[in-house]
Nanobody, 127 residues
Framework: QVQLVESGGGLVQAGGSLRLSCAAS????????MGWFRQAPGKEREFVVA????????SYADSVKGRFTISRDYAKNTVSLQMNSLKPEDTAVYYC????????????????????WGQGTQVTVSS
């Protein structure tokens, strides 16, 4: 199994920045991709961004392109999400997830491809 723990959420004003981190432990050798999803109250969970665990490829939702940046530290088994120019509509619980199947950027949006999930961290953007 893979254990994922998110950190870094909080309250920020519109236009501000936050950095989320996700630490992976356990069978990390089985990870092919790491993704971030978010879920706002009353809405379905939606894809934000994903990265191939070995590096070199990413996939972003249109709503966050140019504002959010995903990165990973392979040695530390962590993935980070730098969120800039935050908007009130970015308010949600953000979840880190790990995928154990081969990387395919065109399918990275699909939550069913991620086997393990963190507990989530709240991000609130005030207007």
């Amino acid at each position: 199994q893979v254990q994922l723990v998110e950190s870094g959420g909080g309250l920020v004003q519109a236009g501000g920045s936050l950095r989320l981190s996700c630490a992976a432990s356990g069978r990390t050798f089985s990870i092919y991709a790491m993704g971030w999803f978010r879920q706002a109250p009353g809405k379905e969970r939606e894809f934000v961004v994903a990265i191939r665990w070995s590096g070199g490829s990413t996939s972003y939702a249109d709503s966050v392109k140019g504002r959010f940046t995903i990165s990973r530290d392979y040695a530390k088994n962590t993935v980070s999400l730098q969120m800039n120019s935050l908007k009130p509509e970015d308010t949600a619980v953000y979840y880190c997830a790990s995928g154990q199947t081969a990387w395919n950027p065109s399918l990275a949006w699909n939550p069913s491809l991620y086997a393990y999930w963190g507990q989530g961290t709240q991000v609130t953007v005030s207007s």
